[in-house]
């Protein structure tokens, strides 16, 4: 009698379990175990569920994952949004407020752990096509200083601010998983890449170059140099077809979304 009485309590906790209750559940199996280690059964037995209940939930490991990225991006998001908008020059705001965003992220431990060790495929695609609440939030963060800038005649006339945010979002994930590249190669990164894809060409478009700070010289500067000048243009070559034109992004969200 006493077990019965035990599993219908348990199917009743069960029936009010939520996703952030699941989150919550998870968040604590990532710290102990890492996130490439942590299974749904793991999850299920912290959170005190079944691995039905959890399957019912979270169709499968990705989806959780997913819905974890998300959740950390758009409270990323919010630490961000006042320095994004207090960027009054245009060229500023997308090679300053791109290295900003992408500190913020590095910062968050569970959220490069997941980009790190988690080999599931899902997770590069979350970060470059993200999903609509994603989209929303960010667009949302970065559409004034874009305003501002079509108010002064300076960013492209042909792309809504949407696809605009889209295409940085898309080069700051790029950059966010470069772990490789300092403060300077990634203003030189953004400056050469992201600045002339948003900004328009000609006359005014693009005002003066923002000063990158040269790298010191030592005994060994020379080679270093030179392998940075070869990786830059490797880079460059490497996407030289990824402009705003060609750039293939979902208009209507995927029913997964």
């Known amino acids: 009698m006493t077990r ?16 952030q209750e699941i989150v919550e559940s998870a968040l604590k199996c990532f710290e102990k175990f890492g996130p490439h280690r942590t299974s749904m059964t793991d999850i299920a037995e912290e959170a ?8 019912r939930i979270f169709e499968d490991r990705p989806a959780l994952i ?7 991006l758009i409270k990323m998001g919010s630490k961000i949004r006042k320095k994004i908008e207090s960027y009054e020059d245009l060229q500023e705001a997308l090679i300053e407020g791109s290295i900003v965003s992408i500190a913020v992220a590095r910062e968050d431990k569970i959220f490069n752990e ?15 096509q993200s999903n609509e609440q994603t989209r929303f939030e960010v667009t949302d963060i970065w559409s004034p200083v ?23 979002s898309s080069v700051q994930a790029l950059l966010l998983m470069r772990d490789d590249y300092d403060e300077i190669e990634q203003r030189t990164f953004l400056s050469d890449l992201l600045v002339p894809a948003i900004m328009r ?9 923002l000063d990158i700070p040269p790298i010191k010289k030592d005994t060994d500067q020379s080679g270093e140099l030179k392998r940075l000048q070869k990786e830059n243009e490797r880079l460059r070559k ?20």
């Open 4 to 19: 019965k009485l035990d599993t219908l309590a348990k199917r009743a906790g069960t029936s009010r379990t939520s996703k």
């Open 48 to 55: 005190g569920i079944s691995r039905k209940t959890l399957y």
């Open 66 to 72: 997913e819905h974890i990225l998300n959740l950390r």
């Open 114 to 128: 997941i980009l790190q060790k988690d080999t599931n495929h899902s997770v590069e695609q979350f970060l470059f």
């Open 146 to 168: 874009i305003d501002r800038g079509r108010a002064k005649g300076l960013v492209r006339e042909d792309i809504p601010n949407v696809r605009l945010v889209e295409f940085i």
């Open 201 to 209: 060409s000609g006359d005014k478009a693009f005002p003066r170059q």
């Open 238 to 257: 490497a996407v030289s077809d990824l402009t705003l034109d060609k750039l293939i992004l979902a208009e209507v969200p995927s029913e997964n979304e």
